[in-house]
T-cell receptor
Framework: DAKTTQPTSMDCAEGRAANLPCNHS???????VYWYRQIHSQGPQYIIH???NNETNEMASLIITEDRKSSTLILPHATLRDTAVYYC??????????????FGTGTLLAVQP | KAGVTQTPRYLIKTRGQQVTLSCSPI?????VSWYQQTPGQGLQFLFE???????NKGNFPGRFSGRQFSNSRSEMNVSTLELGDSALYLC?????????????FGSGTQLSVL
C-alpha cells in the first residue's frame, strides 16, 4: 500500500501558485519524498524530491515539515499545461527496491483559465 | 538525448492470446522497470531489471514475465491474456538502483484485450 495520502482533486487559477499537500506520517528516517506528475495519456514525469530540507528546481518547490510527516509541492505560477495528476511517493534510496515505486491515487490538479 | 521508447503504442488482442511489449531505455541507463496502469488499480509495479537480472517483482501472476537484453532493452510478455489485462503498460529507466536516481517513463503501450 502507498505510504502517502493526498487529496483527490484540487483547482487552481492560471498564474496563481498551486500548493499540493501530501501526508506521509509513517515515513522512515532514510526515506525520501518524491513527486511525479502524469499528464493525460503520457507516462509519469519526475518533478522534484527531498529528504528533510526544502528543495527548489526549475519546475517546483518542495516544502517538507520539520517532523517530515507531511510535505507540500508548490508550482509557483500554474499554467494550463500543469493540469495533471500529481503523485507524492515515499522512496527508499538504497538497496534493491529503489525503483519499485508505490503510487497512490494522486491529486488531480485542474488549472482553470 | 532520446527518451524512453515503448513499442507498439497501441495493441489489440483477444482473450487467450499472448503479447510482447518492448522498451528501449535512455542510452546509458541500466535499470528498466515496468508498471501497469488501470482505472481501477492505478499504477502498479510489475518488475524491474538491472544488468539482465530481475531485481524486484510485484504481485502479479506468472503470466506476466519479462527480460532484459545486454543492450539494456527490455521486453515484457503476457501469456493467456484476460480481459482484466487491458491496461496502459509503462516502462521506466534509470541509471542504476543504488542512488537517488530519477525514473524516466515512456509514453506506454495501451493494450486492449477483447
Amino acid at each position: 500500500d502507498a505510504k502517502t495520502t493526498q487529496p483527490t482533486s484540487m483547482d487552481c487559477a492560471e498564474g496563481r501558485a498551486a500548493n499540493l499537500p501530501c501526508n506521509h506520517s509513517t515515513i522512515s528516517g532514510n526515506e525520501y519524498v518524491y513527486w511525479y506528475r502524469q499528464i493525460h495519456s503520457q507516462g509519469p514525469q519526475y518533478i522534484i524530491h527531498g529528504l528533510k530540507n526544502n528543495e527548489t528546481n526549475e519546475m517546483a518547490s518542495l516544502i517538507i515539515t520539520e517532523d517530515r510527516k507531511s510535505s507540500t509541492l508548490i508550482l509557483p505560477h500554474a499554467t494550463l499545461r500543469d493540469t495533471a495528476v500529481y503523485y507524492c511517493i515515499v522512496r527508499t534510496p538504497y538497496g534493491g527496491a529503489t525503483n519499485k515505486l508505490i503510487f497512490g491515487t494522486g491529486t488531480l490538479l485542474a488549472v482553470q483559465p | 538525448k532520446a527518451g524512453v521508447t515503448q513499442t507498439p503504442r497501441y495493441l489489440i488482442k483477444t482473450r487467450g492470446q499472448q503479447v510482447t511489449l518492448s522498451c528501449s531505455p535512455i542510452s546509458g541507463h541500466r535499470s528498466v522497470s515496468w508498471y501497469q496502469q488501470t482505472p481501477g488499480q492505478g499504477l502498479q509495479f510489475l518488475f524491474e531489471y538491472f544488468s539482465e537480472t530481475q531485481r524486484n517483482k510485484g504481485n502479479f501472476p506468472g503470466r506476466f514475465s519479462g527480460r532484459q537484453f545486454s543492450n539494456s532493452r527490455s521486453e515484457m510478455n503476457v501469456s493467456t491474456l484476460e480481459l482484466g489485462d487491458s491496461a496502459l503498460y509503462l516502462c521506466a529507466s534509470s541509471l542504476d538502483t543504488s542512488t537517488n536516481e530519477k525514473l524516466f517513463f515512456g509514453s506506454g503501450t495501451q493494450l486492449s484485450v477483447l
